[in-house]
């Protein structure tokens, strides 16, 4: 059975860092792309970057570029989020997904606060 699991999220004021964890089982996972997405309150999921199966490729949405860096260790079978320069509007649920032999798979998400 496929599960993620997040952790590493928290309270942290402006300008802090976090570094959150995805760790999978189930499956052998290197074959395969995953991403994190993330839900503020009353918004859609939205894409935060996605990192290729060996990690060789990224990709990041315009509002974390620079700050957020995706990163895996397959031997693990954990992906990491390096969230940088935080800000209020980064305040969400962060969530770890792969698509894995046509079905999709979520984790139950790690809170992301950026507060003073």
């Known amino acids: 059975q496929v599960q993620l699991v997040e952790s590493g999220g928290g309270l942290v004021q402006p300008g802090g860092s976090l570094r959150l964890s995805c760790a999978a089982s189930?499956?052998?996972?290197?074959?395969?792309?995953m991403s994190w997405y993330r839900q503020a309150p009353g918004k859609e999921r939205e894409l935060v970057a996605t990192?290729?199966?060996?990690?060789?490729?990224?990709i990041y949405a315009d509002s974390v570029k620079g700050r957020f860096t995706v990163s895996r260790d397959n031997a693990k079978n954990t992906m990491y989020l390096q969230m940088n320069g935080l800000k209020p509007e980064d305040t969400a649920v962060y969530y770890c997904?792969?698509?894995?032999?046509?079905?999709?798979?979520w984790g139950q998400g790690t809170q992301v606060t950026v507060s003073t």
């Open positions: 189930g499956s052998t996972f290197s074959n395969y792309a």
């Open positions: 990192i290729t199966n060996a990690g060789g490729s990224t």
């Open positions: 997904y792969v698509l894995l032999r046509f079905h999709s798979y």
